[in-house]
Each structure stands twice: as C-alpha cells, then as structure tokens.
C-alpha cells in the first residue's frame, strides 16, 4: 500500500503492480485476461465464476409406449372368418375376396403400431397416424386427475387404460388405451404432475 510522502496516511485505491524485468515475461493480470463475459447493465463478470446450478428445459422423454392390439382384437376375429368364409364356401371368382378383410384388419394393425404414447419430464403427448402425422399433448401441470381401468379381455392381455383428466380446453380428456402396467404408468403420471406444479408454482383449486 502507497503512503503519501507529506503524510502518514495510506492512500486508498491503489495498489503495486510490478515492473517488467528484461528477459522476462511481464506480468499477468489474472482478472483482465477472465473478464470476458458481461452482465445485462454491462459490467464485466469474471469468467472464474460458475454460474449456480438450477432448474433447466431440457425436456426428457420417461417413458413411451403403443398400445396393445387388443383394442383391434375384434376387427381381426371378424377379418379372419370372413376370409376363411369366403376362401373355403365361395365360388372361384370370390376366393380373391378373402384376401379383403385381411388387408383391412392389416391396416388396422398398421395404424396401431403408428399410435405412441410419451411421457417426457413436462407433458404427456399421443402421436398417430400413417399418412399424415397428428398429435395431441398436455402439460403436466395442468393434469386434474388419472382414472386407470382395465376389462376382463384387457387383464387377460397384461393391459390396461388410464385416462388423463386435464383443464387443457382444447383436450381435457386424453385415454391411453391397452397399455402395459397401466398402474405403474399412471403412478409415474402422478409423481410428475406434483414436480411440474411444484416448479410452475400452480395448485388444484377444489
């Protein structure tokens, strides 16, 4: 510290910075060359300190599944009797019939492993369609409640639905059909409905 000569008092605001050597390197000032980054009002911010961790938007997807063919079962006990109809009792001309509720019931099937559910860390979204691609999503927050249930053909299959109460306008009610573990699923929908309200700071008005 720097002392004024006609005086005893130290002078404040100042500070010793050495003289360069010959042959030497001159000295480095570790916070100019770090001050690189800069705030909103434009003061300068060492590049030294780390910003604190906290809460990001990177959106994760935590699980997804189709739904089950059981939802079709129908369609293909219909489409396989009638083509078994038609090849072995029609006339020649009709056996290329059979060959019709086959491809239907192929479609159907088609269509089914086109639909997928998600559940990503903010919203719960259905996607389906063959041609043309559609979608529908929520925001977990904005979820009400979870209803599960499961038939009898359903429980056979190791499958169940949950539908999915909101206050979203435009599709407050979403049904995941034929899924597996539907209970395990709806209480993951759960626990992330909590986190989402917990962060967005919203609670359920009774």
């Known amino acids: 510290m720097m002392r004024d000569q006609n005086s005893d008092t130290p002078l404040s605001g100042f500070s010793i910075v050495p003289a360069a ?9 570790l ?17 030294r300190i780390k910003p604190a961790p906290g809460p990001t938007d990177n959106e994760q997807i935590l699980w997804s599944a189709i739904p089950g063919h059981v939802t079709n079962l129908h369609i293909y006990v219909v489409a396989v009797i009638t083509a078994a109809v038609l090849g072995i009792y029609g006339p020649w001309p009709w056996v290329g019939l059979a060959l019709i509720p ?13 639909t997928r559910y998600e559940l990503t860390s903010q919203r719960l979204r259905k996607k389906w369609g063959l041609l043309t691609r559609r979608g529908e999503e929520v925001e977990l927050y904005r979820v009400e409640d979870t209803n599960p249930t ?38 993951r929908i759960r626990e992330h409905v909590e986190t989402m309200r917990r962060a967005k700071g919203t609670r359920v008005v009774e």
């Open 31 to 47: 916070t100019a060359l770090t001050m690189n980054d800069t705030t909103d009002d434009g003061a300068a911010v060492d590049a």
């Open 102 to 114: 086959l491809a239907v019931a192929g479609v159907y099937a088609a269509a089914l492993q086109a």
């Open 21 to 29: 050597v010959p042959g030497q390197h001159e000295p480095v000032i």
């Open 150 to 187: 499961a038939p009898l053909l359903y429980r056979l299959a190791g499958r169940g639905n949950v539908e999915v109460l909101s206050t979203d306008r435009t599709n407050d009610d979403l049904m995941l059909k034929a899924i597996k573990n539907h209970e395990r699923v709806r209480n």
